[in-house]
């Protein structure tokens, strides 16, 4: 055997004798001298979550009942103010109502409250209505934060409004919604219809508050309809159909957003084809353009594999209006199983929505087909046009049933996303949460996790809402909102130098 043995594999051999026998010191001088050393810097520690601010998650609600679904808006004049929001089973109207959580002191302290006309409290418009619920937000550049709902009576009550859409405004971002007026109503005495699923966008220059929902109609066929403010929420503009063609009647999940040259911008999903359907206004709401099929989407199944929860397919929509290198970027994002298990993927325009790039980008970056769903990717720019999304994700847990939740960012216009960051300190079961949600009145014992989940970022940090079940018993359904928030920016550097350091060096 020794015979077999190269002189070189006789000295390596005896390099390995002289380093155990506390040699090294030595032998390394040597040998170093013929090598080329890679200096690998260390890495950039952007992204990470804030756990001195505030715990690394911590509940933004933890009421003994259930609360899912979230929205979060960041008030664009002082970027300390953000507000949430969530349905929330925690009130005297013992059914969903919306509760908000508003903080001024960038996450460190929280306030919170329930939106007026709830059972036994202020009256507001809303006083008769069971349940308050779909929150989704818009601050205006005046200091006023919109929060808009779905209202409706669960349990039937005649009263002649049996369902709505309203919007309640807070004047002093957040603290306290003390308007809260009609959007529009969808019952007609001896016709079926259904307000649902709205959203709202606020016009920073104008002032001008836009809503879009969706008519559900006898045959349970949606259309989306769109609303406008011009009086700061007091008075809403009659609904009109954005597709005026009888075959764009299957939508639902609609998402409204206005950019800073004025232009309305709205997205939702035709349940015909599964595509995503786009239509733009320059005026106001005036007119639209004819509209376009952009995304040709594969949803996940719901409930996905090994849950009892739905899990719904509808587009989130931000627009890059900084005045970053991808100005003029529209960017939709949403849930899709076209490599075998659900994915956040992202598509996006470069020119304000006029085309669409047809590849589409996977913001998860585990190893693709590994059977981990990532699903309810919600999307927020941060003033240097980097873009931020989270998402459900089931990763963390080996069998991929448990729920995490991930951060993930890109700075190059959505093209990469390799930061991927897991924020949650506990992952959870998703059939626990909300079980009475649905239980009390349709008698099953399926979880919930809502429809979707919120974020928001300022040019520091984003902030992440989600429903959690940590604290859930496998019966009771006590679902809570959690949060977290993630740095990418601050006095030693950003998520850039982080992304700069990947591409050179890679994830090691
Ligand atoms: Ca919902
Ligand atoms: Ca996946
Ligand atoms: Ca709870």
Same mark, same amino acid.
């Given at each position: 055997m020794l015979s077999n043995l190269s002189k070189k594999h006789m000295a390596l051999l005896l390099v390995l004798i002289l380093l155990l026998a506390g040699l090294g010191g030595f032998m390394y001088k040597t040998t170093s001298t013929k090598k080329t050393t890679v200096v690998v810097p260390p890495k950039p520690i &952007? $992204?990470?979550?804030?756990?001195?601010?505030?715990?690394?998650n911590f509940p933004l609600t933890m009421l003994p009942r259930p609360s899912a679904e979230t929205a979060v808006a960041v008030n664009p004049k002082d970027p300390n103010n953000i507000v949430a929001s969530s349905n929330d089973l925690?009130? $005297?109207?013992q059914d969903v109502w919306l509760h908000f959580y508003t903080t001024k002191d960038g996450g460190k302290t929280w306030g919170d409250g329930i939106v007026p006309g &709830?059972?036994?409290g202020p009256p507001s418009?809303?006083?008769?209505? =069971?349940t308050a619920c779909d929150p989704a937000l818009a601050f205006d550049n005046d200091n006023n934060v919109y929060l808009a709902g779905v209202g409706y009576n669960r349990h039937g009550v005649?009263?002649?409004? @049996?369902n709505m859409i309203f919007v309640a405004r807070s004047s002093n971002g957040g603290t306290s919604f003390d308007q809260v007026t009609m959007? #529009?109503?969808?019952?007609?005495?001896g016709r079926l219809q259904f307000d649902d699923k709205e959203w709202i966008a606020a016009d920073?220059?104008?002032g001008n508050v836009y809503v879009t929902w969706t008519i559900f109609t006898g045959n349970y066929l949606g259309q989306i309809v769109f609303s406008k403010s011009t009086d700061k929420g007091l008075t809403w503009s009659l609904p009109r159909k954005l597709?005026?063609?009888?075959?764009?009647?299957?939508?639902?999940?609609s998402y409204v957003q206005v950019d800073d040259n004025g232009t309305i911008h709205v997205v939702w999903r035709d349940f015909t084809d599964d595509s995503v359907h786009y239509t733009r206004s320059s005026d106001a709401g005036s007119t639209w353009e004819a509209v376009r099929s952009i995304i040709q989407m594969k949803p996940p199944n719901s $409930?996905?594999?090994?849950?009892?929860y739905r899990v719904p397919t509808m587009p989130t929509m931000v627009i890059?209006?900084? #005045?970053? $290198? &991808?100005?003029?970027s529209i960017y939709i994002a949403w849930s899709d199983n076209r490599t075998g298990d659900s994915d956040a993927f992202l598509a996006y325009s470069r020119d304000w929505g006029k085309t669409w790039n047809t590849t589409f980008v996977r913001?998860?970056?585990?190893?693709?087909?590994? =059977?981990a769903d990532q699903f309810f990717p919600a999307l927020a720019i941060s003033p240097q046009g980097w873009i931020h999304t989270m998402f459900y994700d089931r990763r963390y847990d080996m069998n991929h049933t448990l729920l995490g939740v991930t951060y993930a960012v890109s700075t190059d216009g959505g093209q990469n996303f390799r930061i991927n960051l897991n924020v949650t300190d506990k992952i959870f079961d998703?059939?626990?949460?909300?079980k009475s949600y649905w239980? @009390?009145?349709?008698g099953d014992t399926t979880g919930f996790v809502g429809d979707y989940l919120g974020i928001g970022a300022n040019n520091t940090t984003a902030f992440l809402t989600w429903s959690d079940?940590?604290?859930?018993?496998p019966t009771d359904g006590n679902s809570d909102i959690y949060a977290a928030m993630v740095v990418f920016s601050g006095p030693h550097g950003n998520v850039n130098d982080t992304d700069n350091y990947l591409v050179k060096y890679g994830d090691n």
């Open positions: &952007y $992204p990470f979550v804030d756990c001195v601010t505030n715990k690394c925690n009130n $005297p109207s &709830y059972r036994g418009l809303m006083t008769g209505m =069971g005649n009263f002649g409004r @049996e959007v #529009h109503t969808a019952w007609i005495s920073l220059k104008t597709a005026d063609v009888t075959a764009d009647i299957n939508g639902q999940g $409930p996905l594999i090994n849950a009892t890059d209006d900084t #005045h970053g $290198p &991808y100005r003029g913001m998860n970056n585990d190893t693709v087909g590994n =059977g998703g059939d626990r949460g909300g239980s @009390e009145f349709r079940d940590r604290n859930a018993s």
